[in-house]
Each structure stands twice: as structure tokens, then as C-alpha cells.
């Protein structure tokens, strides 16, 4: 175990065996048209494209994040439908 003192700054030091978390990165595509995580169009763009496909409850999450943005749209859809064609 090595002994980790606090440097003047305040600052306990990071080393390169274990690196601190750091967040994935936001697409480039978004981050130029002004998204980041703290607007929530961003944070969900950042958090769709942390999912790793490999992994099957990722894979899950996708599905189910798709039905609930397809869902509105279609009801939306519907309902304009049945406006212009009442049955």
C-alpha cells in the first residue's frame, strides 16, 4: 500500500495504475450543435450512446427507450389521422 499525502494544493494525487472515472465522451455531431449533458436532449444522447451493444440488458434498455419515443409518435400520428378520416 503507498502512502498517499496530501500534495500542498490540497490535491491527493492520481496515479496511472488507477485512473479515475472518467464520463464517455459526447458525440462529436452533438457537441458541435451545442448539446452536453446538462441540457436533457444531451443527456440522453450521452446516455444512449454510453450502452454498449455487447451487453444484453444494454440491449434491452435500447429496445424499451425506443417504444417509449415510438409510442408518442404514433398516437400523434393516429389522432391526425383520425381527424381528417372519422370513422
Given amino acids: 500500500m503507498t502512502d498517499r499525502r496530501l500534495e500542498p494544493s490540497g ?46 440488458s444494454h440491449r434491452l434498455v435500447a429496445w424499451v427507450l425506443l417504444v417509449l419515443l415510438l409510442v408518442p409518435v404514433v398516437l400523434a400520428i393516429a389522432q391526425q389521422i383520425a381527424t381528417f378520416w372519422p370513422l
Fill in 11 to 56: 490535491d491527493p494525487g492520481h496515479d496511472d495504475v488507477d485512473p479515475v472515472w472518467q464520463p464517455p465522451r459526447m458525440p462529436v455531431d452533438q457537441a458541435r450543435l451545442g448539446l452536453d449533458r446538462n441540457t436533457v436532449e444531451g443527456a440522453w444522447i450521452e446516455f444512449a450512446s454510453a450502452l454498449d451493444r455487447s451487453r444484453v
